[in-house]
Antibody
Framework: QVQLQESGPGLVKPSETLSLTCVVSDYSITIGYYWGWIRQPPGKGLEWLGMIWYSGGTNITPSLKSRVSMSIDKSKRQFSLKLSSVTAADTGVYYC????????????WGQGTLVTVSS | EIVLTQSPDTLSLSPGERATLSCRASQSVRTKYLAWYQQKAGQAPRLLIYGTSNRASGIPDRFSGSGSATDFTLTISRLEPEDFAVYCCQQYDGSTPTFGQGTKVEI
């Protein structure tokens, strides 16, 4: 059973960079899957941010492409998200998840971490 | 970007009743690329259905999915107390994955 766990600061100041890491347990991330980030503003629906391939290639949502970067560290079984120049609109629960290309769906999710943007 | 619109926003039903949830796409989505998730308060989404009609591992057979092109449906044949939650659809037939806004199934 694949397990994912997000970690990072729960509070980020406006204009700063949000940094989150997702550790993958009981599974090797060198096998061919995409590893993704999805967020959910308070009381709203899910928004896909982007995904990173095990080899490092990325697919980022166009609306955030200038602010988002992703990386992967296979030796540590983790992948990371950076979102720059944050505003209050970036407040929400951030999830990491595995994208299963056979299912074309996200089949394993982390529990989510709440990030609040506030001074 | 393909926009998914779910209806209704809220569905008020009783245990044992049948729930029918709709997901409409702004353009045609191939059946392979449509999924459904269940999300309970304070929890991460859980994959229920992939490829329009395939149940994910461990999902009871009271959950079923159907549809094609722009109209997709999630049906819960007999609601159990644990089924009261928010359900959302997701597609990845376009350049980026998108999610519907969700339907809340409440008692």
């Amino acid at each position: 059973q694949v397990q994912l766990q997000e970690s990072g600061p729960g509070l980020v100041k406006p204009s700063e960079t949000l940094s989150l890491t997702c550790v993958v347990s009981d599974y090797s991330i060198t096998i061919g899957y995409y590893w993704g980030w999805i967020r959910q503003p308070p009381g709203k629906g899910l928004e896909w941010l982007g995904m990173i391939w095990y080899s490092g290639g990325t697919n980022i949502t166009p609306s955030l492409k200038s602010r988002v970067s992703m990386s992967i560290d296979k030796s540590k079984r983790q992948f990371s998200l950076k979102l720059s120049s944050v505003t209050a609109a970036d407040t929400g629960v951030y999830y990491c998840a595995r994208y299963n290309g056979d299912y074309t769906a996200f089949d394993f999710w982390g529990q989510g971490t709440l990030v609040t943007v506030s001074s | 970007e393909i926009v998914l619109t779910q209806s209704p926003d809220t569905l008020s039903l009783s245990p044992g009743e049948r729930a029918t949830l709709s997901c409409r796409a702004s353009q045609s989505v191939r059946t392979k690329y449509l999924a459904w998730y269940q999300q309970k308060a304070g929890q991460a989404p859980r994959l229920l259905i992939y490829g329009t009609s395939n149940r994910a591992s461990g999902i009871p057979d009271r959950f079923s999915g159907s549809g094609s092109a722009t109209d997709f449906t999630l049906t819960i044949s007999r609601l159990e107390p644990e089924d009261f939650a928010v359900y959302c659809c997701q597609q990845y037939d376009g350049s980026t994955p998108t999610f519907g806004q969700g339907t809340k199934v409440e008692i």
